[in-house]
């Protein structure tokens, strides 16, 4: 856990002069809340019918069969239509959509790379693209197609024509490795693969087209893979009949190519994108199509506030959820500007992110803990560089902030005049669940807090039983209804998403999360109650981890956990029984972690590596990672009547003492 339980700012409200007019008492937001939910359809409804529907649905939703919930059952709608043939009947038309600036740097710091794309030029190339994709290469609704690409303008240009002609998106972030992206690709059975020859990162180039080829030697339902040129590399490997350049791939289609967007059943997939949980390898969440856009576009008018005159900027990748609702999705449903930034945020310097805001006067800035407590380790003498006062609203999510971290951000970046709130949500939820609204009603803000349930769901925190516990006491986060951007099932294995998710507590969704409830109702997220790792925002399971050491010759068992960090919130560390007569040397534990960054990507890598002769088990041989959890951070042992050697936690005490 990594957010420290005791001292959290519980009863500390904080206010400023600019959002003071915006805010309410909780007691009337909950009065408000109430009725949210006590009229959980109807309250949806009226969201719903704000967004264009091609038919109206029949039933808001369908309950019939839980877990497997329906919303807005018999509409008919496009995402790729709402979200941008909608603005260019409109004024909006000619209005900056998307400022994209790459990594690279001239002399003076200035960014070399940059592309600006109004809602007309979007509509021009989603169209493009969107004919390519069906003309040339027969994808048809229901299709799924996997993407993975940097942080450039086609990935969600791809997107969008991929959902206006009803195929199914698979994100894969570039970070994963070629095992990781033949496993996603497989699991989906994907017929068509985009990505690119490779991007800058920090300066260095990532060869992005040869970890494609890689993985396809193990996947073999791609039939083409696209490759759009972002560096212009002369020596990507091409095999004939199956790769395309982007502008190869893009032969006979015409500068004026109109595709009709499909209409789809709000029931129909969008996207699925694949998620690390507790057990087995990283599940396929599938999300609808209807359900999904309106719970976007409701979170995004009341968490973000966005108006005609805000530039938005989400920092996620859009390899992960935030960046599907958040940048894809969310801002151009709103018909809003946003920044898109390909690069590291400490390149060339650890102002770069100080210098886009000021740079396009970023007014709403959506952003993560570990992102700003690593500015916060740069020091202050940074953002002072730059004038940030035009932001007004700041939001982070993906794991719990600390409080000096929130208030560090709220003075050094805000001024102490924005709304800054700890959003939380997970892929699961297709949106954001807990927030603070200054779009809506903003309660008083706490340093440190996700805040109360947003309207329209019903969160609450339960003890083992499935009890509310009282106010202060630590019990795990449960959703009591259904909501519209709930995923749908786990490709391929419903079986396994009644099991995750509604079992632990029956009519419950189980989020995974240990939270605790203060008396006003604000939901504080602590971290995971499973062996999920968060490493810098990012959701890794243990076993991915387990099993890639395990794939090494070298190694017999391994058993990882995730230690806290004082930046990244977590890191994973590894205990190692190695195969007989293999000598535990330092070379070896660098090999293990190259290991682990060739088989699931770089941000995996172990902090440290121990070797022991024997893991701590449960007599039925479970792993107690709860143990080595305990070994790790000085905490007490607890219950230790299961285990069944108890030599195995000294030798991993002396194995963790040894190398501190
Ligand atoms: C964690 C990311 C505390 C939580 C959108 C959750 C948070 C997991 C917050 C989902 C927050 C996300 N405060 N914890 N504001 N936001 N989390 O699927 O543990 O990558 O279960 O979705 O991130 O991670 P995922």
Known sequence: ?????????????????????????????????KKSVENLEEFWASIARELEWFRPWEKVLDASNPPFYKWFVGGELNLSYLAIDRHVKTWRKNKLALIWEGEPVDQTGYPTDRRKFTYYDLWREVNRVAYMLRNNFGIKKGDRITLYLPMIPELPIAMYAAWRIGAITNVVFSGFSADALADRINDSQSRLVITADGFWRRGKVVRLKDIVDKALEKAPSVENVIVYKRLGLNDVPMTEGRDWFWDKAMAGVPHNAYVEPERIESTHPSYMLYTSGTTGKPKGIVHDTGGWAVHVYATMKWVFDLR????????????????HSYIVLGPMLMGATQVMYEGAPDFPQPDRWWSIIERYGVTVLYTSPTAIRTFMRFGEEWPRKHDLSTLRIIHSVGEPINPEAWRWAYTNLGYQNVAFGSTWWMTETGGIVISHAPGLYLVPMKAGTNGPPLPGFEADVVDDNGKPVPPGVKGYLVLKRPWPGMLQTIWGDPERYIKTYWSRFPGMFYAGDYAIKDKDGYIWVLGRADEVIKVAGHRLGTYELESALISHPAVAEAAVIGIPDPIKGEVPIAFVVL?????????????????????????AEPAQIYFVTKLPKTRSGKIMRRLLRAVATGAPLGDVTTLEDETSVEEAKRAYEELK
């Open 1 to 33: 856990m990594s957010l420290e339980e005791k001292n959290l700012p519980f009863d500390e409200y904080i206010y400023n002069d600019k959002w003071r007019s915006r805010t309410i008492d909780i007691k009337t937001y909950w009065e408000y809340h």
């Open 308 to 323: 005609d005159d805000d530039i938005y900027w989400c920092t996620a990748d859009i390899g992960w959820v935030t960046g």
């Open 579 to 603: 195969k007989q007569g293999v000598a535990g040397t330092d070379e070896l534990r660098k090999e293990l972690r190259q290991h682990i960054r060739n088989t699931v990507g770089p941000i």
